[in-house]
């Protein structure tokens, strides 16, 4: 058991990693990318906060976006700190690692695992695809639009565990200020509902076990579970989706206004046709899980040619999705975690997949900010569980430790 302080000391721990590894952010500048259009070059936000700034944030769109929120925040910076990037950069760090602390006791809620929770925070903290969201300023918007949406979660958490209209309510207030920050977390409707799933492991799944532990059990693990059947689970979404319906009205509503507002930056169809942005679709989704295992040759910008969408790239690349997908389907009904963790990745990367393309790249590091947590869920918990069906040695746990150490200093 981990009581008060020891979680204490891993959220510590975490926001000692993330200031380290984000050490060089404090003596950066702004960047020639969009930073003027954020900060400096913004008479509205460079002037401050006012009613006159604030009520512009709130009626006008800019740089193809409307996120009030996240241009009132940097209005607040300029009060502070005026225009030294240094300040910018530093609550943009010490968002990052205020959401890595809040992941942490948001998973550890929601499975009583402080353990595996802090591998996850840890892991969205230090990983390299996230110095993007992070070191660069106009970016604000990701690391707060993620704040608000791992409270609106959490505030989801305790509704589904206690019942709490206020929570709920407040889950819902939170989700809107996370799409007035950024639409990052526009399919956090349909993520709830994997959540549901696990690890709230809500009573409309039933469970196949007759006797279940509680729910907020450490004891209960995935190794003791029966695989539950699709029936069960289509019905036990089925029933759940009623309550997430005013959430998807306010997802639809950020999206309409997301499609207004980026009308000049999303691409015609003939520069970049339904078959090349289903190629790149295939191919983004396999490049990104490349950059989650070796995460090298990161880039500010990733071009996207239509000559390079070839069969030659886009099957291979189909062949392994559908792979993973058919695995995760089929051992996903035991092991949970691995059918939500694939599912989260690929939902909440559907909005920024190029489905719809904005801009002219093929894929973006700041796109995986959230998405990848998916994954890491995947990782962490595998691990746990191969380490449970294991004899449990002191050695093992010792060379778990050890390469869990030599993973962090790595990234």
């Known amino acids: 058991m981990i009581g008060k302080f020891p979680r204490l000391s891993l959220a510590t721990l975490l926001v000692g990693m993330t200031l380290v590894a984000y050490w060089p952010a404090f003596q950066a500048g702004f960047v020639d990318f969009d930073d003027s259009d954020y900060v400096q070059g913004n008479p509205h936000v460079a002037s401050g906060v006012s009613g006159e700034n604030v009520r512009w944030a709130f009626t ?81 918007k990701s690391t707060l639009s993620t704040l608000f949406g791992i409270l609106a979660i959490w505030g ?34 349909f993520a709830l509902l994997l959540l549901d799933f696990w690890p709230l492991r809500r009573k409309e799944f039933d469970f196949p076990t007759k006797i279940a532990p509680p ?22 979404w089925w029933k759940l989706l009623p309550e997430k319906l005013p959430f998807l009205g306010v997802a639809l509503a950020a999206a309409v206004v997301t499609l207004i507002v980026q009308q000049q930056a999303i691409n015609a169809i003939e520069k970049y046709p339904l078959e090349t942005r289903l190629g790149n679709v295939a191919i983004s989704y ?27 790239r886009v099957l291979p690349a189909l062949v392994v999705l559908a792979a993973i997908t058919a695995l995760a389907c089929t051992f996903g009904r035991r092991w949970r975690y691995l059918l939500v963790g694939w599912f989260w990745y690929l939902g909440t ?9 904005v801009g002219a790249q093929a894929m973006a590091d700041r796109y995986a900010y959230v998405s990848f947590w998916g994954l890491w869920i995947i990782a962490v918990w595998g691990t746990r569980d191969l380490w449970l069906a294991s004899a449990r040695s002191h050695a093992a746990r010792s060379a778990a430790i050890a390469c869990g150490v030599a993973l962090a200093v790595g990234l």
Request: proline letters at 6%; a positive charge.
């Open 156 to 189: 989801y958490a305790v509704y589904a565990r206690r019942g709490s209209r206020r929570a709920y309510l407040g889950s819902l207030v939170l989700f809107a200020a996370s799409l007035m920050s950024k639409q990052t977390m526009v399919t956090l409707p």
């Open 286 to 312: 396999v490049a990104y899980l490349g950059k989650l295992l070796w995460p090298i040759h990161l880039a500010v910008f990733y071009p996207l040619y239509n000559e390079e969408i070839t069969p030659q």
């Open 349 to 357: 990367m559907v909005p920024v997949i190029g489905l719809v393309h």
């Open 60 to 140: 006008q769109y800019h740089s193809s976006n409307w996120h009030p929120l996240t241009w009132i925040s940097h209005m607040i910076d300029v009060e502070f700190f005026g225009l030294d990037p240094r300040g910018h950069h530093a609550v943009n760090v010490a968002l990052h690692a205020v959401c890595a602390v809040l992941l942490f006791l948001l998973f550890d809620y929601l499975t009583n695992n402080p353990g595996a929770s802090f591998a996850l925070a840890a892991l969205f903290a230090i990983h390299p695809i996230n110095v993007e969201s992070v070191a660069w300023i106009s970016q604000r």
């Open 215 to 236: 729910r907020n059990s450490s004891s209960r693990n995935s190794l003791s579970e029966s695989p539950i059947t699709w029936s069960v689970l289509l019905r036990g």
